[in-house]
């Protein structure tokens, strides 16, 4: 087990960046071998990969690479660049179908797919010259130029030199060109080691490996081979540290750190060890807790086709919230099975139990990189070291300024997301104390909002509203004239009272029982605008108690900096809530959720949303460009919100919400009763046999206290430190 706690994971992350270092003063570009090929496999491992293509993975390569180069020969001809003149897009490149079809002529030694192959590569070079000519884009990613690279180092023994100097001749001017165009050429993505390294930077380390030595632009491609090396170690360095001891990436949404992103690593770290040796894992081991949070970052589903994920930052909310990295995890989660599963049996069992929640459609690899299956060499099936049960009930992934807490892991269960901390901007939106709640199949408190089709197209629903923080479930804070944000490059028009800064908030508190989970976090500096005007808030923080397994208790403490900037408290839905005195319910599939409002006494309630007004913000609807009968798709997305506001105006305001998740057989909430004193604000609840009575802190440091009479008998102080986590399959410090 990666048994890792906060000391160790510091230590973890030490070695980590030493050995970076002390592997770059290991590499040097005489270590690249003088044969090809040199991507992915070499002539010493090829026939391990061609025995695998014919054995254990024999069905992988039958249906998804050679049968794909066989229908490919049974048409006439493949398209020509020069004889269509103008058409540019994807449909004439045709890079991929250059490897399929070299590393076919590799399995089977039959020319015709040799020819094949030559002809994608000229047909492909021909389209990626046009588009440059046009000032047009080859593709956002470069996924098939990477192939199209891979099938020239595959093919160099069985082409002539002309041949394969032509290839490469045209294939480093064309991609120079785009690399070094001025003005950049719209939607070719650079894509630094930051990100996820599979723009035109991506490039630079295939090539240069497999150019290197052919004489072909020397002096360009030890430049390139330098730059590859440099991003790509950047890269690793970036991703460990960002990983912590508990799991993450690049990115806190897992539509990118467990989709696209992990590809570079894999990449990298195959076609290093192939052209040189030199044998990186220990440096990329940071990977083996990725399973952990992908884990807590799925929901499981008995009705859609597949889990389905929060829906948290920069994520599509669409078809139920179905993961839209589902395609992907069969393949990134083999990978690391693969590399880290015999040191790290845990590891392998979360992987495995994430590839069971797939639908069997996608309990397969894969196409976009088809030669990882070819590349396994341990035999990981029996490893299966624990029981999913075995996990604690939360989990705080400190690096990601996420907390992810559940009353258990059956799709009946109780689950919750609360975002606090992080310091990554990619991907994140003005989000800060917000909060998830999902169960069986309901979403119950939602992200709401869509990036839906090119950013361009929605640009408008995405600067205005997607991004804002009046679509997350947190506060806002109004200011008249304040400055507008930006999001995907586009400003807002108008601001409507949210945060400013994707990082600057704080997790103050992170404790986990069998109980309950207590977080607290700071959200004050994401509320900071540094403009002309005087800062709008003084403070900003968030508790969250959740009482397992269907209770949550909020408290807020909102300080403005002038007493006429009105704060609202938010709370947003897929289905129209229902209101009733000074509480609401709102249902979604089978479920319900309750939630009474507290403080401020005698607050104002009142919902938006509804035709015309679904994603209301600053005086108007920024709505998605989609039909009616588009929408429904999109009903993840959602249409109402409560809103919360005190009735008088005051500087400092308190808000105290417990919400209720049922099944919608439950008519009436179970009543709280305010409890207040001179230095708290608190609330009492019984549930059961239980009587629990929580405190919060009116004024200085966060806490108070929680006390349990019933069955179970307990008080003690909610606690002002954040909880380690040992192992994946520990909660204890």
């Known amino acids: 087990m990666m048994n890792l706690n906060y000391k160790q994971g510091i230590i973890f992350l030490a070695i980590l960046l030493s050995g970076l270092y002390a592997v770059s003063d290991v590499f040097q570009k005489k270590q690249i071998r003088t044969d090809h090929p040199r991507l992915f496999f070499n002539a010493d491992t090829l026939p391990a990969v061609i025995s695998r293509a014919l054995n254990e993975e024999k069905a992988w390569y039958r249906h998804y690479v050679k049968n794909r180069a066989v229908r490919l020969l049974n048409e006439k001809e493949l398209p020509s660049i020069r004889d269509r003149g103008d058409a540019v897009g994807g449909h004439y490149d045709y890079g991929m179908q250059a490897a399929w079809s070299a590393f076919t002529y590799l399995v089977e030694e039959d020319a015709t797919y040799l020819a094949l192959a030559q002809k994608c590569i000229e047909t492909s070079l021909d389209f990626y010259e046009l588009c440059y ?47 070094t165009a001025d003005p950049w050429i719209d939607r070719e993505h650079m894509s630094s080691y930051q990100e996820g390294m599979y723009g035109i930077l991506g490039l630079m380390w295939p090539i240069g490996i497999v150019a290197y030595g052919s004489g072909v632009e020397t002096q360009l491609i030890d430049e390139w081979i330098n730059e590859g090396w440099t991003e790509n170690m950047r890269m690793i360095e970036h991703r460990g540290s960002y990983t912590g001891d508990d799991g993450g990436g690049a990115a806190p949404t897992l539509g990118y750190v467990a989709c696209w992103y992990p590809y570079a690593e894999w990449n990298f770290y195959y076609t290093l060890l192939s052209a040189t040796g030199l044998d990186i894992l220990d440096q990329i081991q940071y990977n083996a807790l990725m399973p952990n949070y992908v884990f807590w970052n799925l929901l499981p589903s008995r009705t859609l086709h597949g889990p389905a994920e929060y829906g948290y930052g920069d994520s599509y909310h669409m078809n139920g919230n179905r993961t839209s990295s589902r395609d992907f995890l069969y393949t990134n989660m083999s990978v690391i099975e693969d590399l880290f599963g015999q040191k790290y049996p845990d590891t392998a069992t979360l992987a495995k139990h994430i590839k069971r929640m797939l639908p069997t459609n996608l309990q397969r690899w894969r196409n976009d990189y088809f030669i990882y299956p070819f590349l396994l060499t341990n035999d990981v099936n029996s490893i299966d070291s624990g029981d999913i049960n075995r996990l604690p009930n939360a989990r705080n992934f400190e690096k990601m300024g996420q907390v992810f807490m559940c009353s258990g892991f059956t799709p009946e269960d109780v689950y919750c997301l609360f975002a606090a901390g992080g310091a990554l901007r990619q991907h994140r939106q003005f989000d800060a104390l917000s909060f998830i709640i999902y169960s069986n199949d309901g979403f119950l408190a939602i992200d709401s909002g869509d990036r839906y089709g090119e950013v361009e197209r929605n640009a408008p629903h995405i600067a205005n509203y997607y991004s804002q923080s009046v679509a997350h479930n947190t506060i806002l804070i109004h200011q008249p004239n304040e400055p507008v944000t930006s999001y995907f490059g586009h400003k807002a028009l108008q601001m409507d009272g949210g945060q400013h800064n994707f990082t600057g908030s704080r997790l103050e508190a992170f404790e986990t029982n069998t109980d309950y989970t207590y977080v607290a976090g700071d959200g004050t500096g994401c509320y900071f605008h540094g403009g002309d005007l005087p800062e709008k808030v003084s403070l900003v923080t968030r508790q969250m108690i959740f009482l397992r ?78 039909t009616a009968a588009e929408m429904k798709k999109h009903e993840t997305a959602g249409r109402w919100r409560v809103e919360v506001r005190p009735r008088n105006k005051r500087n400092n305001d308190y808000f105290l919400h417990v919400l209720q998740v049922t099944d919608q057989n439950v008519e009436e909430m179970n009543v709280s009763e305010l409890l207040q004193t001179k230095d708290h604000y608190g609330v009492k609840i019984e549930i059961g046999d239980r009587c629990w009575k929580l405190a919060f802190n009116r004024k200085g440091m966060l806490g108070g206290t929680i006390s349990c009479e019933g069955n179970t008998n307990f008080i003690k102080k909610l606690t002002n430190d954040i909880q380690l986590q040992s192992g994946i399959f520990s909660s204890e410090p």
């Not at 000519?133 to 160099?156: F, G, N, P």
């Not at 069985?158 to 120079?176: K, M, Q, T």
Request: proline share 5%.
């Open 549 to 626: 397994p269907n209770y949550f208790v909020i408290f807020d403490r909102v300080n403005s900096t002038r007493s006429e900037y009105p704060k609202t408290w938010l709370l947003h839905t897929i289905n129209e809530p229902q209101l009733f005195d000074s509480a609401f319910y709102v249902d979604h599939e089978k479920n319900r959720l309750f939630c009474q409002t507290l403080l401020p006494e005698k607050a104002k309630l009142s919902i938006v949303g509804g035709s015309g007004k679904e994603f209301w913000s600053a005086g108007r609807n920024w709505p998605l460009p989609l």
């Open 133 to 179: 000519s046009k000032q047009e884009e080859v593709s956002w990613r470069s996924c098939s130029r990477t192939h199209l690279v891979m099938a020239i180092d595959w093919l160099w023994n069985d082409l002539s030199e002309a041949d394969r100097l032509e290839y490469l001749a045209r294939l480093i001017r064309v991609v120079n060109n785009v690399k």
